[in-house]
């Protein structure tokens, strides 16, 4: 069984910074892309942000200059540095991943169970 689990949310004023991490555990053989996203209130899950296995990283335009994904291959962990926060910054954030839990087995998507932040103006 395989499991994502996310921290580091919380209220931070505009301007401020937080770094959310996300460490995956259980039966894993190898881990692809992995990936942030957010949910704010009454809005879609967004993409925030993705590092590929090869660390190559890609950002939502919004998040470009302020949010760095980083990962740690050696520890199945994913991590992302909130920098200038702003008030529309605020969701649930959640950590996603590509793994594939055995030699024989596909990959899959696994999902965390999200972390709040919030952004006081």
């Known amino acids: 069984q395989v499991q994502l689990v996310e921290s580091g949310g919380g209220l931070v004023q505009a301007g401020?910074?937080?770094r959310?991490?996300?460490a995956a555990s259980g039966s894993i053989f190898s881990i692809n892309a992995m990936r942030w996203y957010r949910q704010a209130p009454g809005k879609q899950r967004e993409l925030v942000a993705t590092v590929t296995s090869g660390d190559s990283t890609l950002y939502t335009d919004s998040v470009k200059g302020?949010?760095?994904i980083s990962r740690d291959n050696a520890k199945n962990t994913v991590s992302?540095?909130?920098?200038?926060?702003k008030p529309e910054d605020t969701a649930v954030y959640y950590c996603n991943a590509d793994i594939r839990p055995s030699l024989y087995g596909a990959?899959?998507?696994y999902w965390g169970q999200g972390t709040q932040v919030t952004v006081s103006s």
């Open 107 to 109: 990959y899959a998507s």
């Open 20 to 22: 959310l991490s996300c």
């Open 66 to 68: 302020r949010f760095t």
């Open 16 to 18: 401020g910074s937080l």
């Open 80 to 85: 992302l540095q909130m920098n200038s926060l």
